[in-house]
């Protein structure tokens, strides 16, 4: 770029599906989150709401992008990043709202850290607990501990060691960060054929952080950036559905993880332990939010609790 040329405008792929409200007040902190210009292309799976449509026609710098229908999360994020290889670009959902300079600040992060493939924020609920959104990659152990335990005893050691709750929040490298709000490298993206579109929803962020791990880049978090999530909208509308999809998708993760001949008593015991898990699911909305993030907004630093004030409280999806 010549000197005293501006910027491209920073790519944001909102993936939409009836978002309602909560667009608006996304397009609207994002446009105090960053001094850059920015192209937001809005991947919609089929809204019906009109939603979409509306705010694409009232402003310039957003524009509608059909993926043909429910496509999911990854493969609509896939498409709003196709005809981009190079720089930065944001992925997130449509209920994410900014705090002021908070793309800015992700930018600032990225550029000191060489490797980064991607880069992701606090992320605050709207009650203001900070949701641990940066974790290690789910060992089997982990993964098992946290699976069965996190929704009757959030506290325990295996939740609290791959969320890393117990850690006061600094800028480091992670083993995967929330697809909920990412900026990502778009070299690094594209060098593993971004998402795995054969995740519906849920563990395409834990599968992209994987495999771009396997190829030498980083995840980076940057909890000077904050944004506040709100969540669980599709969980509200189709909750079986969505604990089935869940479930189905840490199935797939797991079975990729370990596959093979050898693994195959493995992947049959955890087909079996996560089926009779997603019944209980359907009849226990405990088990099914998952286990509550633990660190209080007390814990949190000055900066942030200083944004904390004036949130309604809902009560977060725990994963």
């Not at 009232?58 to 990854?74: E, F, K, M, Q």
Request: charged share 20%; glycine share 10%; proline share 7%.
């Amino acid at each position: 770029m010549a000197e005293g040329t501006a910027p491209a405008p920073l790519r944001v792929v909102v993936v939409t599906y009836s978002p309602g409200e909560s667009l608006t007040g996304f397009l609207t902190t994002l446009r105090a989150a960053t001094t850059r210009a920015v192209d937001v292309v809005l991947a919609d799976n089929g809204s019906t709401d009109g939603v979409p449509e509306r705010a694409a026609a009232a402003a310039a710098d957003v524009r509608l992008l059909s993926t043909g229908g429910n496509v999911g999360y990854g493969a609509a994020a896939n498409a709003g990043l196709a005809d981009l290889r190079t720089g930065w670009a944001l992925v997130a959902n449509p209920d994410v709202r900014f705090e002021p300079g908070a793309v800015d600040e992700l930018l600032a992060v990225a550029a000191r850290w060489p490797r980064a493939a991607t880069v992701g924020p606090a992320i605050r609920t709207p009650d203001g607990e900070l949701y641990p959104s940066a974790r290690d990659l789910p060992s089997l152990s982990t993964g098992i501990g946290h699976a069965l335990l996190g929704w009757i005893w959030p506290a325990n050691p295996w939740t609290a060691r791959y969320r890393r709750e117990r850690e006061a929040p600094r800028e480091r490298a992670a083993g995967w960060l929330s697809g909920s709000c990412l900026l990502v490298d778009l070299e690094a993206f594209s060098s593993v054929g971004g998402f795995d579109p054969g995740y519906f929803m849920y563990f395409e962020d834990v599968d992209l952080g994987e495999r771009l791990a396997e190829r030498g880049w980083l995840h980076v978090y940057a909890p000077s950036a904050v944004v506040v999530h709100e969540g669980g909208h599709a969980t509200r509308r189709q909750p079986h559905r969505m604990q089935r999809v869940h479930h189905t998708s840490a199935l797939r993760y797991l079975s990729r993880r370990y596959p093979g001949p050898a693994h195959a008593p493995l992947r049959a015991l955890l087909r079996v332990g996560l089926g009779a898990r997603m019944l209980l699911s359907y009849v226990s909305a405990r088990v099914g939010a998952g286990a509550a993030p633990q660190r209080s907004a007390a814990e949190l630093p000055a900066r942030q609790r200083g944004l904390l004030r004036g949130r309604g409280r809902t009560r977060p999806q725990g994963r």
